[in-house]
Structure formats: structure tokens, C-alpha cells
């Protein structure tokens, strides 16, 4: 058995699909990846990194144009879940009174202590290289899709609704194309 991340990543998807495109496409999609059995009986804790990768990735191959936006749309409201059920109120009022730069460290730290849900065996690291931006990498990572629609859209919510809402996120290296590292830069100036 290889790492496991959390089920957001194919319960958020798994609503976007039911949603935006036909019950057909749905089962088709979930039937490539090899996850049928979660339309009827959705997963209610950790999976297999493999399988949340195979959805996305079948997403993709069956939805080439519109796949990367459906994959976004799924990671908002990954983060939309994280805001209202895993990160507490207080702290969330907190890091959005604090400067920018202090907030996004904070946030960071969390992100950092929780990576295994969402980095699965990848390794997350941030760096500061100074002034309103940062970097954060997931080396080897096993959700990694050209452009890393989801993963950007999870880090835009959370960094735009607590940090700053002038924050933009950049994807630069990705493992899907042969880096070693999925690099994200998040700037707020």
C-alpha cells in the first residue's frame, strides 16, 4: 500500500462531476480510475494517494479541456471544506488581523504539520526568499497533474481568505512534467 491523503480529493471532485457534467461522465471517469464503488459508498476517511491520483488523472484523459477547470473548481472547495470544518475560527480571525507576511508563515506552519493529507508520500517544503512572496515545493509529488489545477486552487482559497486577498499563486516546476518537485510561488503584494 503506498501513502494516503485525504478523501477530499475525490469527494470534492466527485460533487464538481455530479454537478457539471453528465451522470455518464461521471461513472466513466470514476470507472477508468478504478473507483466506481466510491459513487455508491463514498470514502469516509483516508485513501490510497494512488487513487486520488487516478481520478484526477482520468478526469483529465476524458476531459481534456474542461478537466483542469473541474479540478480547480474541486480544489476551492477542498479549501472551502478545510475553512468551515478543520481550521478553527479563532485562528482564522487571527491570521487575517495579523501582517500579511506573518499570517502566511503561520499559515505555513499548519499547512507543514497536515502535508500528509494532501502531499501523500511527497515531501512539502516552504522558503521565504524575502519580500511579500514564498515558495512552497511537494517533491515527488503523487497528485501532480500538469498545471496542478487543484493543488493551486487549495492554496489560492486558503492564502486569499487568510492572508491577503490580493494573493496570487504562480505553479512553476511539476513533477507531471518530469521535475522532481511541483513548485507553487504565492505572492501577496
Known sequence: MTALVGPNAVLQLADVLRERTPA???????????????????????????????????????????????????????????????????????LRWLPAG????????????????????????????GGQR???????NP???PGCPWHCAVFTRLFTHLVSPRVHVTHGECCADGAEVCQFEISWA
Do not use: K
Open 24 to 94: 455518464s461522465t461521471m461513472r466513466a471517469v470514476f470507472a477508468a480510475a478504478g473507483l466506481a464503488r466510491y459513487l455508491d459508498r463514498p470514502p469516509q476517511s483516508m485513501i490510497d494517494e494512488g487513487e486520488a491520483a487516478a481520478l484526477h488523472q482520468a478526469l483529465l484523459r476524458a476531459l481534456p479541456e474542461a478537466g483542469p477547470t473541474l479540478c480547480a473548481e474541486a480544489g476551492t472547495r477542498t479549501a472551502d471544506y478545510l475553512l468551515a470544518n478543520r481550521i478553527p475560527a479563532f485562528a482564522q480571525t487571527l
Open 102 to 129: 506573518l499570517a502566511a508563515r503561520l499559515l505555513v506552519r499548519a499547512i507543514a504539520r497536515h502535508a500528509w493529507t494532501f502531499a501523500g508520500s511527497g515531501a512539502f517544503s516552504a522558503d521565504f526568499p
Open 134 to 140: 514564498m515558495v512552497l515545493e511537494i517533491a515527488h
Open 143 to 145: 497528485l501532480a497533474l
